[in-house]
């Protein structure tokens, strides 16, 4: 994939189962999920096969030394049905502030629960692994797109506060809108300044419009592009301001039908990619439960493969693919004050008008190669930067982000103006 290629797309899938702000108010209507369209099916026995990222994040090590346990993380999505074999016991009680019919635990897309499992799923019955399997799930039900009997004005300012409100320390968001809201950005400023990390993915219209995505645009937000097995930028990975790092998101399967009895194979697209990036941040936490989310979110920023390796950000992959591992199993990544912040020139990350050039089409600094190692240590890892453009990276995948630390335990993340 070249730097002139661009990326696309959006969502669908149930039972009880979005630096700078655009000068117009929300339009009305249901916010989209930032998952791709359903593929042909997968038997549940098959899907864990199809998630390819485990490996090469090296999940299984990790969990040897963190498994997420003791950090919720709050889903305001469609719902989460907590009866999946890979659920039980993970969800916790929630909110419903969809206006539809039922409740937290009724999910009328299968999205929700799709993210629920990515992040902390246990796999049991065939279902889907999560990254996090010791994580605890809050559910917050979101008036998405396709939620049935919900209204049409949005009501996603009340969900991410009613996240806010809960002790869940990260905020999960598998969705979005290209309008900004000014209730929507108070919402989640409010929840910022609760000591909340907060993580969304930058859209599927990466091959269409193209535009900010709200709420991962908002610079508390960590904005969540999607890449591939080969560490490519998938196509429609919305790009811009508002990428700060990548994640896994293509070719992960999903709830595709109503009953939840079927996975499909496809994109899980920006959603996923989210999903997966709070899972990582729920890893780390864990380990340092003592940390705030400053600490977390400074040593997320300080581990991606773009900052180890001094590369220059890109709006396609922002400062590149997290890496968890990097701290759950070779303790890399410095915490810092509690109640120092990050900003643009506080010396914590590169910052320099040089540091932004590649988004104007000068070539990226480097290749930021591991002289061929992975982290298993045995194969080339899949994901690799070319030199010319920055949409596809040399990376060990694992999930970060890059922040800008607010005092107060507030936090806002660092974002190159990037195009």
């Known amino acids: 994939m070249t730097a002139g290629e661009n990326r696309t797309a959006m969502p669908r899938n149930t039972r009880r189962l979005r630096r700078r702000t655009l000068p117009v108010l929300a339009a009305t209507g249901a916010w989209a999920v930032c998952l791709m369209g359903a593929a042909p099916a997968a038997v549940a026995e098959d899907v864990q096969s199809k998630q390819w990222y485990l490996d090469s994040m090296q999940a299984e090590q990790m969990w040897k030394v963190s498994r997420g346990e003791g950090i919720k993380v709050a889903v305001v999505d469609s719902g989460v049905n907590p009866s999946t074999p890979s659920l039980e016991g993970q969800v916790l009680p929630g909110k419903d502030l969809s206006g539809a019919s039922g409740d937290a635990y009724d999910d009328y897309l299968g999205h929700g629960t799709t993210m629920a499992e990515l992040i902390a799923g246990t796999g049991k019955g065939g279902g889907l692994r999560g990254l996090a399997p010791g994580a605890k799930i809050v559910p917050i039900r979101n008036n998405l797109k396709g939620v049935q009997g919900g209204p049409k004005e949005r009501q996603s300012a009340q969900a991410i506060r009613a996240a806010a409100n809960t002790d869940a320390r990260i905020i999960n968001l598998s969705f979005g809108s290209e309008y900004s809201d000014p209730q929507l950005k108070e919402a989640v400023k409010y929840a910022a300044e609760k000591g909340k990390l907060l993580i969304a993915g930058t859209g599927n219209d990466g091959e269409g419009k193209n535009r900010p995505f709200y709420p991962a645009a908002y610079p508390e937000v960590i904005g969540v592009g999607s890449i591939d097995a080969q560490g490519e930028v998938s196509k429609y990975s919305g790009s811009g301001n508002h990428v700060t790092v990548v994640s896994p998101g293509s070719d992960i399967p999903k709830w595709c039908d109503k009953t939840l009895k079927t996975y499909c194979d496809g994109d899980g697209g920006t959603s996923a990619a989210t999903a997966i990036a709070s899972a990582s ?139």
């Open 281 to 419: 941040a729920a890893l780390i936490w864990s380990k340092h439960r003592d940390w705030n989310a400053n600490q977390v979110g400074r040593v997320l920023v300080g581990t991606t493969d773009g900052v180890m390796e001094k590369r220059s950000p890109s709006k396609y992959v922002g400062y590149g693919a997290v890496r968890p591992r990097l701290n759950v199993l070779e303790g890399k990544g410095t915490p810092g004050n509690p109640d120092r912040p990050a900003f643009l020139d506080n010396g914590d990350f590169d910052t320099s008008k040089a540091a932004f050039e590649e988004s104007a089409g000068t070539p990226a600094k480097g290749d930021g190669a591991d002289s061929g190692k992975t982290d298993a240590g045995s194969q080339a890892d899949p994901a690799k930067a070319s030199s010319g453009d920055n949409t596809t990276l040399w990376t060990s995948l694992g999930i970060a982000a890059a922040v800008i630390v607010l005092g107060g335990g507030a936090f806002a993340f660092l974002r190159a103006r990037r195009g």
